[in-house]
């Protein structure tokens, strides 16, 4: 059984940083690229950051870019979210996801539970 747990949200200030986990299971974690996906309060989903499958290759949307980094350790099966200059508007439920394949295309199958980050002073 695919499982994806994310962990590492919670308050913080605007400024402030704050690095995302997701632990992954149920899988072999190596041979699939891996995204993040935000959604704020009564907006949509939002695609963030994608990785793909051995780390070499990243991408960002263009309201993180340069803010936030995406990485993996594929011998702990995690992938990360360091999150640096947060914003407001950076407030959001953060969830990780598995992609069909190994590089960041396509449709994701898996989700997580989502954390939630609020960016407030």
């Known amino acids: 059984e695919v499982q994806l747990v994310e962990s590492g949200g919670g308050l913080v200030q605007p400024g402030g940083s704050l690095r995302l986990s997701c632990a992954a299971s149920g899988f072999t974690f190596s041979r699939y690229a891996m995204s993040w996906v935000r959604q704020a309060p009564g907006k949509g989903r939002e695609w963030v950051s994608g990785?793909?499958?051995?780390?070499?290759?990243?991408s960002y949307a263009d309201s993180v870019k340069g803010r936030f980094t995406i990485s993996r350790d594929n011998a702990k099966n995690t992938l990360y979210l360091q999150m640096n200059s947060l914003k407001p508007e950076d407030t959001a439920v953060y969830y990780c996801a598995k992609y069909k394949v190994a590089v960041v295309t396509g449709n994701v199958d898996y989700w997580g539970q989502g954390t939630q980050v609020t960016v407030s002073s």
């Open positions: 990785i793909n499958s051995i780390g070499v290759s990243r």
